[in-house]
C-alpha cells in the first residue's frame, strides 16, 4: 500500500523558514516524480513544485520561485521542501503527492502538514 | 500556463440522480487529464487519469471522456458519499494546474 506522510509544519513568524518533510512507503520511490501541492484556508488546490525520480530535475511555481527549494534523498524514501522567506500567503495545507512530471503517474496523495505563517 | 476552467462551480442534486461536471483546458493537454474527489477534511483521492481511466477501487459509476481540451466527469448514481468538491487536473505542461473545482452537494 502506498503511503506518504508528511511532517515539519508550524507557525512561523513572516520572513522565517522551515523544512517540510515527506517520508514514502510502499511504491519504488526513486521511479517516481515526487510533488508538494498546497491548499489554502477553504480554496482550491495549487501545485508548489516537482522533482524527477533521480533529482537531477525540478519544476517550482512562479509564485515560490527563489523562496522554496524541492530535494529527496532516494536512500531513505524521502522528500523535503525548504521553505525560506515565507509570507503569508504561504499559509496553507502541503500535500506530497504524485500527480505528474516525468515518468509514471499514481495520483497517490498524504495527508497534509499545516504551515502558518 | 494552461487554465482549467471547471462548471458548474457547484452543483445541487438528490442522491440516486446523475451528476455531469466539465473541465475545460485553455490549450490542449492531449489525455493527461486527472479527476480528483475531495471530503471535507480529507485530501484529495484519484478517480480519473488520462482523461478516462478509473483509479483502482473506484466505483463503476465513475466515468470520465474527453481528449483535447473539453473533458467531462459523470456520476451515474449519486450516493451520499459522493457528496464532495471535485477537481481536474492537467500534466501535459509545466506547471501542473488544477481548476478550481466544483461542489456536488445535496439538493
Known amino acids: 500500500e502506498v503511503q506518504l506522510l508528511e511532517s515539519g509544519g508550524g507557525l512561523v513568524q513572516p520572513g522565517g523558514s522551515l523544512r517540510l518533510s515527506c517520508a514514502a512507503s510502499?511504491?519504488?520511490?526513486?521511479?517516481?516524480?515526487m510533488n508538494w501541492v498546497r491548499q489554502a484556508p477553504g480554496k482550491g488546490l495549487e501545485w508548489v513544485s516537482a522533482i524527477s525520480g533521480n533529482g537531477d530535475r525540478t519544476q517550482y511555481a512562479d509564485s515560490v520561485k527563489g523562496r522554496l527549494t524541492i530535494s529527496r534523498d532516494n536512500s531513505k524514501n524521502m522528500l523535503y521542501l525548504q521553505m525560506n522567506s515565507l509570507r503569508a500567503e504561504d499559509t496553507a495545507l502541503y500535500y506530497c503527492?504524485?500527480?505528474?512530471?516525468?515518468?509514471?503517474?499514481?495520483?497517490?496523495w498524504g495527508q497534509g502538514t499545516q504551515v502558518t505563517i | 500556463e494552461i487554465v482549467l476552467t471547471q462548471s458548474p462551480a457547484t452543483l445541487s442534486l438528490s442522491p440516486g440522480e446523475r451528476a455531469t461536471l466539465s473541465c475545460r483546458a485553455s490549450?490542449?493537454?492531449?489525455?493527461?487529464l486527472a479527476w480528483y474527489q475531495q471530503r471535507p477534511g480529507q485530501a484529495p483521492r484519484l478517480l480519473i487519469y488520462d482523461a478516462s481511466n478509473r483509479a483502482t477501487g473506484i466505483p463503476a459509476r465513475f466515468s470520465g471522456s474527453g481528449s483535447g481540451t473539453d473533458f467531462t466527469l459523470t456520476i451515474s448514481s449519486l450516493e451520499p458519499e459522493d457528496f464532495a468538491v471535485y477537481y481536474c487536473q492537467q500534466r501535459s505542461t509545466w506547471p501542473l494546474t488544477f481548476g478550481p473545482g466544483t461542489k456536488v452537494d445535496i439538493k
Open positions: 490549450q490542449s493537454v492531449s489525455s493527461y
Open positions: 510502499g511504491f519504488i520511490f526513486s521511479t517516481y516524480t
Open positions: 503527492a504524485t500527480v505528474g512530471g516525468w515518468g509514471t503517474f499514481s495520483g497517490n
